[in-house]
């Protein structure tokens, strides 16, 4: 089992910025792929941001390229999402989850999930 706690969100207005971080505990070497989703009310969780635990790679969202940068310790066990530029329709609770494939998009193939932290953007 992995263990996902984040923490970071908060209520910050447009143009703010705040840093999400995760911290893993368990069989974290399991982990392949480490990933930010993220649901707004009335709408489906969306996939946000992932990065290769090992090799580091990155993925973003079209919606949040240029804007959120994902970033990992592997010695802290902590994956981090710096949100710069932030827009009211990035208000949601923000999701840290763990793979042990090489997954990147799609929610249904993450194994373990954190409780989620709200991010409120005010206009």
């Known amino acids: 089992q992995v263990q996902l706690v984040e923490a970071g969100g908060g209520l910050v207005q447009t143009g703010g910025s705040l840093r999400l971080s995760c911290a893993a505990s368990?069989?974290?070497?399991?982990?392949?792929?480490l990933a930010w989703f993220r649901q707004a009310p009335g709408k489906e969780r969306e996939f946000v941001s992932a990065?290769?635990?090992?090799?580091?790679?990155?993925y973003y969202a079209d919606s949040v390229k240029g804007r959120f940068t994902i970033s990992r310790d592997n010695a802290e066990n902590t994956v981090y999402l710096q949100m710069n530029s932030l827009k009211p329709e990035d208000t949601a609770v923000y999701y840290c989850?763990?793979?042990?494939?090489?997954?990147?998009?799609?929610?249904?193939?993450?194994?373990?999930w954190g409780q989620g932290t709200q991010v409120t953007v005010s206009s």
């Open positions: 989850a763990a793979s042990g494939s090489t997954t990147v998009y799609y929610s249904y193939e993450y194994d373990f």
């Open positions: 368990g069989r974290t070497f399991n982990i392949y792929t």
């Open positions: 990065i290769n635990w090992r090799g580091g790679s990155t």
